[in-house]
């Protein structure tokens, strides 16, 4: 028999990652907490969110930095959170800062992530669970990716597909 670690030890990012994850106002704070919690464990430490946000803490664990030097064990920065109320203006500033804004979405042109080569410095913009990216938001980005379905439901959770986006992404920039 052998011996499990339980827990390896975090890897380290050689620099810090360049990708922002902005949410549209998304109906349960439920999946935004598991977005936040998934942004932590993939190094992602900026997140916007809108409308009436708030993080479960027992759903995003130890991912959200509070500005407490030990709120994740002494092992970096949590998820810094901002709220606004809308997203257009933030992504026309995020565009200018020269990000790429990347809608996950299915819509006419959108592609699939797995033929999609993300830029390092991205916006990753996630749409509210019934609606999606809102029209003024979609014309503002980029591109437009999708997570291909080969069932039904017609579309992921919102929680899942971003989870399945960041993982992309790091897959793409393994070490920041």
């Known amino acids: ?25 998304l109906r349960s704070n439920v999946n935004l907490s ?19 946000a708030k993080v479960v803490q027992k759903i995003a664990r130890n991912s959200v930095d509070d500005g407490n030097a030990d709120s994740i064990d002494g092992d970096g920065p949590g998820v810094e959170i901002e709220t606004h109320r809308t997203l257009p203006p933030v992504l026309r500033e995020l565009r200018a800062e020269g990000y790429q804004l ?18 390092r410095k991205t916006v990753l913009v996630v749409g509210n669970e019934r609606s999606g990216i809102d029209e003024e938001s979609l014309r503002l980005l ?34 920041g």
């Open 34 to 52: 598991r977005i936040v919690r998934a942004a932590g464990c993939m190094g992602v430490r900026r997140l916007i969110a809108c409308g009436a």
């Open 102 to 119: 990347v809608g996950l979405e299915q819509t006419t042109n959108s592609v699939s992530i797995f033929d999609f080569a993300f830029e």
């Open 1 to 25: 028999m052998f011996e499990q670690q339980r827990h390896k030890p975090l890897v380290p990012l050689e620099r810090p990652r360049e990708l922002v994850i902005a949410c549209t106002p």
């Open 142 to 175: 980029h591109r437009v990716v999708e997570i291909p379905m080969f069932g039904l439901p017609y579309a992921l959770n919102v929680g899942t597909a971003t989870s399945m986006a960041l993982f992309e992404y790091c897959r793409q920039f393994p070490r």
